[in-house]
């Protein structure tokens, strides 16, 4: 599987962006997807996965939404109510099996896509 992820930006607090995450393949349907993010100096985080239910970290919960096209083979990131905290490369990741908040558990990963919370 590969993994194009886009629409990274610039957006003031307060403000939405939506990332998407493209993925090759003919079984995307079968894999669990996650979302992560890793800011300037931090380690990579953990921000939600999409599977038959969605999961979210509670920094972002009831502010971002998870969807997926399995018709398109994509996933959706929609991100609202955006803060400066949010700032980071945003990546999204695939694997089979039971979906998890644990990086090293996804086979699959993204390029990574920027997106900056200007205060």
């Known amino acids: 599987v590969q993994l194009q992820a886009s629409g990274g930006g610039l957006v003031q607090a307060g403000g939405s962006l939506r990332l998407s995450c493209a993925a090759s393949?003919?079984?995307?349907?079968?894999?669990?997807m996650g979302w992560f993010r890793q800011a300037p100096g931090k380690e990579r985080e953990f921000v939600g996965w999409?599977?038959?239910?969605?999961y979210y970290a509670d920094s972002v919960k009831g502010r971002f939404t998870i969807s997926r096209d399995n018709a398109k083979n994509t996933v959706y990131l929609q991100m609202n109510s955006l803060k400066p905290e949010d700032t980071a490369i945003y990546y999204c990741?695939?694997?089979?099996?039971?979906?998890?908040?644990?990086?090293?558990?996804?086979?699959?990963w993204g390029q990574g896509t920027q997106v900056t919370v200007s205060s």
């Open positions: 990741a695939a694997k089979l099996g039971i979906p998890t908040t644990a990086s090293r558990a996804y086979d699959y």
């Open positions: 999409s599977g038959i239910s969605t």
């Open positions: 393949g003919r079984t995307f349907s079968s894999y669990k």
